[in-house]
């Protein structure tokens, strides 16, 4: 899942309203932030073997640190808790730690049984939605779509650039996420890592979007 997630930090502007979605997107994308770093290291690893599912040719052999489902518990509470101490709200701190482990949640509909429960356990979860083309990319646009609307339902344009930068954001998440379902395989794994390090761009482009925008009335 790849704009499932952007979708559910860009629905917590409802209810998390005082938070950028910067920091949203930050938070619902932070175990995907992880791991390119953590495969760059040797940590973690991932094969590319073409039709590992119809969706994605990517084999995920050991994800131990960024998500296991123990790990991602304590990287909601850390991300909360960072959150809680840097604003003082709770409300929107509970809501960035709930993003965090949304993440390994989506994850688990669309994988296939390779998401561990705790770092080098052998029970491995996943729904394999990825082998249901229909199915995965109709979950993934309604969640994406129903982010973007509560997004504007929650925000209005400051300027042009509240407008434009939104749309464009958008836009560009559509086209990045058709290109990598139904593109060609990667080259190499450290193309992956490096190409997944520029979601750090999007998390940005989110800070850049939200100081263009104001709060509607709740």
């Known amino acids: 899942m790849f704009i ?60 131990p640190i960024s998500h296991s489902l123990l790990t991602v518990v304590g990287w909601s509470i850390l991300f909360g808790v960072v959150f809680y101490v840097v604003k003082r709200m709770v409300v929107p701190a509970v809501i960035c730690g709930a993003l965090v482990a949304s993440h390994w949640v989506l994850d688990a509909l669309t994988h296939k049984p390779d998401l561990p429960l705790v770092p080098g356990g052998a029970q491995r979860i996943g729904l394999g939605l990825w082998n249901h083309p229909a199915l995965e990319i109709t979950l993934e646009v309604l969640v994406f779509s129903a982010g973007v609307f509560l997004y504007l339902r929650a925000t209005k344009a400051r300027d042009r650039v509240g407008t434009i930068g939104f749309w464009s954001l958008v836009g560009f998440l559509l086209v990045a996420h058709f290109g990598n379902m139904f593109g060609p395989p990667p080259p190499s794994v450290g193309a992956i890592a490096w190409s997944a390090q520029a979601m750090w761009l999007l998390v940005a482009w989110g800070y850049w979007v939200d100081r263009h925008r104001d709060l509607k009335s709740a």
Not at 37 to 60: H, M, N, Q, Y
């Open 4 to 63: 499932g997630h952007f979708g559910v930090g860009l629905a917590a502007k409802s209810k998390a309203r005082p938070a950028s979605l910067g920091t949203l997107l930050l938070a619902s994308q932070f175990i995907d932030l992880l791991w390119p770093s953590l495969l760059l290291l040797g940590l973690e690893r991932v094969e590319i073997v073409p039709g590992a599912t119809k969706l994605t040719p990517l084999e995920f052999v050991s994800y």
